[in-house]
């Protein structure tokens, strides 16, 4: 059974959509506000996420964006509730992800069959992500370099993990504080700094000169390996 997420504060569209999912055969997990939105979906890992634009605490796109930061959920399809046009164009900007929209007022045949083709045409995670010499595996949380093993922690095994999915990405220190160490959390920029330099000095050949890891000036970190500078 598939399970959705409904992230949806009006209690009458709530209901319907309930109603008419359940009827479905799709299993249902909901949440009225966009914060507790991304705390529920990190808990249930839904197979798709159904997603109003005005919710009570925060913007939809930015709680598209809140779960997109997160590895284990970004390749979670969002269909998102527009009210407007307008809206659904701003939905068509963000990535990465499948995402998809429906400008109310809902036609729920028309947002079933946009949740079936969706979780029909959802494509598997890759299990195993390389850059050269490096492989991270994600069914046994392992790391090698060139065949060896590296012992990470956990949470420098979630901060590669970030980076590598996502080559030539730059991510900003308070977007990997918030897919690593999430919300609510008791550190600070620094600490991605120091996790960082932890993480160098064990996948690196020569962590002063990084071929993996690189440090962009003003906004953050970004994974991009370089062939040239790599020496195992």
Known sequence: MKKILLVQNDPDLFALLKYSLDREGYALAGSRTGKEAVRLCRREKPDLI??????????GLEVGRSLRAYPELRRIPVVFLAATASEAERIAGLKPGANDCVVKPVVVRELIERIRGRLRDRPPG????????????????QVRRAGKPIALTKTEFKLLEILLS??????SREQLLEAVWGPGRAVTARTVDVCILRLRRKVESGPGAPAFIRSIRGLGYSFAYAPEQAAD
């Open 126 to 141: 890759a299990k195993v992500l390389r850059a050269g010499p490096l492989e991270l595996n994600r069914a046994n949380c």
């Open 50 to 59: 159904i997603l109003d634009m005005m919710l009570p605490d925060s913007d």
């Open 166 to 171: 996502r080559p030539g990405a730059v991510f």
